[in-house]
Structures are given as structure tokens and as C-alpha cells.
Nanobody, 114 residues
Framework: QVQLVESGGGLVQPGGSLRLSCAASGSITSIYTMGWFRQAPGKQRELVATITNGGITDYADSVKGRFTISRDSAANTVVLQMNSLKPEDTARYYC????????WGQGTQVTVSS
């Protein structure tokens, strides 16, 4: 089993920044993909950003140029730096890790509002 613990959500004004972290523990493998999905009320869960163990990243078009995903392999941690936040970024953000199967974190709320 793999456990994922997220941190860093909160309330921020439009144009502000937040940093989300996701720490993985348990039966960790060296080959994986980690990333973030988000889900706003009444909407489907959507992919935000991913990163592979090799450092290859991918982003949703809606966040390109504003969000950056990075990893600390030694700490089994993935970080999502979110800049220039918009009200439409408001959602619950879920960390995931894929290795043989997909594991999910509990989610952390991000609210962008003035």
C-alpha cells in the first residue's frame, strides 16, 4: 500500500500563489507517475499536472505558464507551485501516484476569491 499526504491548500486572492505538497510513503517503487487532479463542485475531476520518475511533466492547458510541478525523489514528494491564481482554479486538489495501480490522497481545498 501507498499513503499520500497532501498539504498547502487554503484561501488566496486572485493573482496570488499557493504551494501544494504531496508526500508518498509505504510500498514506494522507483518507477511511477505522480501528479494532481482537481474537482470543483458540480464538475468532473480534471487532470492538472503530472510528473514521471524521469522528470517528464505535463500540464492542463488551463494552467500552463502558471503552475509548475516538481519532485524531490529522495523525499518521495511532489510539489505543485501555483501562481497567478484565478477564481476558476477553485477546487479540491487531489494528489495521485500511479505504480501498478493508482493511489489517491484525501485532497486539499484551494479557494481563490477576493
Amino acid at each position: 500500500q501507498v499513503q499520500l499526504v497532501e498539504s498547502g491548500g487554503g484561501l488566496v486572492q486572485p493573482g496570488g500563489s499557493l504551494r501544494l505538497s504531496c508526500a508518498a510513503s509505504g510500498s514506494i517503487t522507483s518507477i511511477y507517475t505522480m501528479g494532481w487532479f482537481r474537482q470543483a463542485p458540480g464538475k468532473q475531476r480534471e487532470l492538472v499536472a503530472t510528473i514521471t520518475n524521469g522528470g517528464i511533466t505535463d500540464y492542463a492547458d488551463s494552467v500552463k505558464g502558471r503552475f509548475t510541478i516538481s519532485r524531490d525523489s529522495a523525499a518521495n514528494t511532489v510539489v505543485l507551485q501555483m501562481n497567478s491564481l484565478k477564481p476558476e482554479d477553485t477546487a479540491r486538489y487531489y494528489c495521485y501516484r500511479r505504480q501498478y495501480k493508482i493511489y489517491w490522497g484525501q485532497g486539499t481545498q484551494v479557494t481563490v476569491s477576493s
